[in-house]
């Protein structure tokens, strides 16, 4: 089956930055030497019966102050059909957000943005610098032909945080916000935190502009069981419904869990979830659902 893969980093250490991935500097995960390296397009390797028809570069730190020099380096090497977010930081001067923006809309790769919210969620969505450069995304997304992605990264658990980011939705329609690693969903299903979490995917389901991709569960738990991932799963696809979700993998930090980029894509298409799917939603949320939101061509 065709795969496009709407959340994986390429790394080029040579040319790149990437201060996180160094190991005196956060974040200090005990086993980030896993990922500390040049990861290229040859790595995302699959054989059949999974092809890999295209996939979505998340930014990675390349270098965040000129955010259009990553997708740049990725377009010159590149041979796969890919698109690309960029980093953007909301905390800057309207003026600053403005012409990078300007500058990254002449790469043919470019559909959105990131700035990660995670722990500072709440303060980021409250702050008028970080609101009023939401605006500025509004009003760009609304005189392109493709609109604009904001990548949503943040813990869904979080309950004043979701209610933050609901009202930027709400306020920011012309933008597709597309919510990351499946809003990192608990590990244990019998606690008030998955409970908030199934309550926030809800709340988030109701807006037409906002889907959600399911990755990252490497994140949550080094050591994630197959019957965990089922339940999230589950749950996601009955919230969103199958043409707002997006399965991906989150390269190369997948290889926190499994042994390979195919091993990953194996143990999720043989899951008790996506085997109990018909044919048309198996290629929807591996395929389909991204070639839409992410207009791959």
């Given at each position: 089956?065709?795969?496009?893969?709407?959340?994986i980093?390429?790394?080029?250490?040579?040319?790149?930055?990437?201060?996180?991935?160094?190991?005196?500097?956060?974040?200090?995960?005990?086993?980030k030497?896993?990922?500390?390296?040049?990861?290229?397009?040859?790595?995302?390797?699959?054989e059949?019966?999974?092809?890999?028809?295209?996939?979505?570069?998340?930014?990675?730190?390349?270098?965040?102050?000129?955010?259009?020099?990553e997708?740049a380096?990725?377009?010159?090497?590149?041979?796969?059909?890919?698109?690309?977010?960029?980093?953007?930081?909301?905390?800057?001067?309207?003026?600053?957000?403005?012409?990078?923006?300007?500058r990254?809309?002449?790469?043919?790769?470019?559909?959105?943005?990131?700035?990660?919210?995670?722990?500072?969620?709440?303060?980021?969505?409250?702050?008028?610098?970080?609101?009023?450069?939401?605006?500025?995304?509004?009003n760009?997304?609304?005189?392109?032909?493709?609109g604009?992605?904001?990548?949503?990264?943040?813990e869904?658990?979080?309950?004043?945080?979701?209610?933050?980011?609901?009202?930027?939705?709400?306020?920011?329609?012309?933008?597709?916000f597309?919510?990351?690693?499946?809003?990192?969903?608990?590990?244990?299903?019998?606690?008030?935190?998955?409970?908030?979490?199934?309550?926030?995917?809800?709340?988030?389901?109701?807006?037409?502009?906002?889907?959600?991709?399911?990755?990252?569960?490497?994140?949550?738990d080094?050591?994630?069981?197959?019957?965990?991932?089922?339940?999230?799963?589950?749950?996601?696809?009955?919230?969103?419904?199958?043409?707002?979700?997006?399965?991906?993998?989150?390269?190369?930090?997948?290889?926190f869990?499994?042994?390979?980029?195919?091993?990953?894509?194996?143990?999720?298409?043989?899951?008790?979830?996506?085997?109990?799917?018909?044919?048309?939603?198996?290629?929807?949320?591996?395929?389909?659902?991204?070639?839409?939101?992410?207009?791959?061509?």
């Amino acid at each position: 089956m065709k795969i496009i893969d709407p959340h994986i980093h390429l790394f080029n250490l040579e040319q790149g930055d990437y201060h996180w991935l160094r190991a005196d500097n956060p974040p200090f995960w005990p086993d980030k030497s896993i990922i500390n390296k040049t990861f290229e397009e040859s790595d995302l390797m699959l054989e059949a019966p999974i092809e890999l028809a295209g996939f979505v570069h998340i930014e990675a730190g390349f270098d965040n102050r000129q955010p259009w020099r990553e997708l740049a380096t990725l377009e010159q090497s590149s041979r796969q059909c890919f698109r690309a977010i960029a980093n953007i930081d909301l905390t800057e001067l309207n003026q600053n957000v403005t012409q990078n923006l300007e500058r990254l809309v002449k790469l043919n790769s470019f559909v959105g943005v990131r700035h990660i919210l995670d722990k500072q969620a709440l303060s980021l969505l409250t702050n008028k610098q970080v609101l009023s450069n939401f605006k500025i995304l509004n009003n760009f997304a609304a005189n392109t032909t493709q609109g604009l992605i904001f990548e949503t990264q943040l813990e869904l658990a979080e309950h004043e945080a979701i209610d933050a980011l609901c009202d930027v939705i709400c306020d920011n329609p012309n933008i597709t916000f597309i919510i990351n690693h499946a809003g990192f969903p608990p590990t244990d299903i019998q606690t008030i935190e998955w409970q908030r979490w199934q309550s926030s995917l809800l709340q988030l389901s109701r807006f037409s502009h906002v889907v959600i991709k399911c990755s990252g569960w490497e994140m949550t738990d080094r050591d994630y069981q197959p019957l965990w991932f089922n339940e999230c799963m589950s749950l996601v696809l009955n919230i969103f419904g199958v043409k707002k979700v997006m399965l991906a993998s989150n390269f190369p930090l997948c290889l926190f869990n499994k042994i390979s980029y195919q091993d990953y894509w194996q143990s999720i298409i043989s899951s008790a979830f996506f085997q109990a799917r018909t044919k048309q939603e198996k290629n929807a949320l591996c395929h389909d659902n991204a070639l839409k939101w992410y207009y791959i061509i």
